[in-house]
């Protein structure tokens, strides 16, 4: 447990989650320590924690954190797993029925990055460019957004456990999938399978929040019941669908689909993913400092001037 005795010793310490809850109890401390009977008021305590956020955060930005052992080591976690994603990438465009040296691929790459002329055979380049490496930056994308919704679930719900089908978002996601693979409706419309995709998701979430909001009363523990009774229903539902479905190369369809099957991936898919992805990560990182006071509690998220349910519903 940490205790901090001053200001300057609060300054010092910056390990969040305590900090966060320490900040939200030391401008308690000192708001009271000149009127022992008055208790300060929400705006004051909120403009306080305001303040002391801006301050820490410039402490937080300042140059002598370049050096911190913290950064460093994130650092070079980071680098690793880049280097690692790109060695698993360089494999998958490698390996399949038509095997394609290593050292091919990347001279590929390195020819359309203009860094030289590649030895590949035109078949080469059209397997890589046309068909393997969509899949590769599809999934690369597919994976990081899902981590980051890992990430904004866990903050949002304060449990490392948290993943981004525990309110039933991706279950929904997934009976819109079913329905339009079971339909034809991917068949006739392009884009059907991921509009329907996003409004069984987006339709799911809104259900949850009606569920968890009955009796005039919100709360995290209703929204996560509500989400996982949700979901199980219309998991259900998607085990049904599958099971009547008397087109078998449907049921194929759906089974890939739900199994994370990315064959059929396009360019296209691609140009229609990544804006929404790099949309997604962009806002999740705007929130990061919210999300982690949030990750303390709501009361002192709220001291520190988080606008606590703008924050959970955005």
């Not at 300057?8 to 401008?27: M, N, S, T, V, W």
């Not at 009955?214 to 949700?230: D, E, N, P, Y």
């Not at 099957?261 to 929404?276: C, E, M, N, Q, Y």
């Amino acid at each position: 447990m940490c205790r901090f005795s001053s200001e300057e010793e609060l300054g010092q310490r910056r390990c969040d989650p305590c900090y966060a809850k320490a900040a939200g109890i030391f401008l308690l401390r000192t708001a009271d320590s000149g009127a022992p009977n008055l208790r300060p008021n929400r705006d004051s305590l909120a403009s306080s924690g305001q303040a002391l956020s801006r301050r820490l955060a410039r402490r937080w930005t300042s140059p002598g954190l370049v050096n911190s052992p913290v950064l460093v080591r994130l650092g070079i976690g980071l680098a690793f797993l880049l280097a690692i994603a790109f060695a698993l990438a360089i494999t998958a465009a490698a390996v399949g029925p038509y095997t394609i040296p290593p050292s091919h691929i990347v001279d590929i790459l390195a020819e359309w990055l203009g860094a030289g002329e590649s030895s590949a055979s035109d078949t080469e380049r059209a397997i890589v460019g046309t068909i393997r490496l969509p899949r590769i930056i599809l999934a690369l994308t597919v994976g990081a957004a899902l981590g980051v919704a890992g990430a904004v679930m866990q903050g949002l719900f304060r449990n490392p456990m948290a993943d981004p089908g525990i309110i039933g978002v991706s279950t929904g996601g997934a009976l819109g999938a079913v329905i339009a693979i079971a339909t034809g409706a991917q068949a006739v419309v392009a884009l059907a399978l991921p509009a329907m995709s996003f409004a069984g998701a987006t339709a799911t979430l809104v259900l949850v929040y009606f569920v968890a909001s009955i009796g005039g009363r919100f709360s995290m523990a209703a929204l996560l019941l509500a989400g996982v009774a949700i979901s199980a229903f219309i998991a259900a539902i998607i085990s049904a669908i599958i099971l009547f479905t008397s087109n078998l190369q449907a049921q194929r369809e759906m089974l890939f689909w739900l199994a994370g099957g990315l064959s059929a991936s396009t360019w296209t898919d691609v140009r229609i993913a990544l804006p929404i992805i790099l949309f997604g990560v962009a806002t999740a990182i705007v929130l990061a400092r919210d999300l982690n006071l949030l990750m303390v509690s709501e009361e002192e998220a709220r001291s520190l001037g988080v606008r606590v349910g703008l924050t959970r519903n955005t």
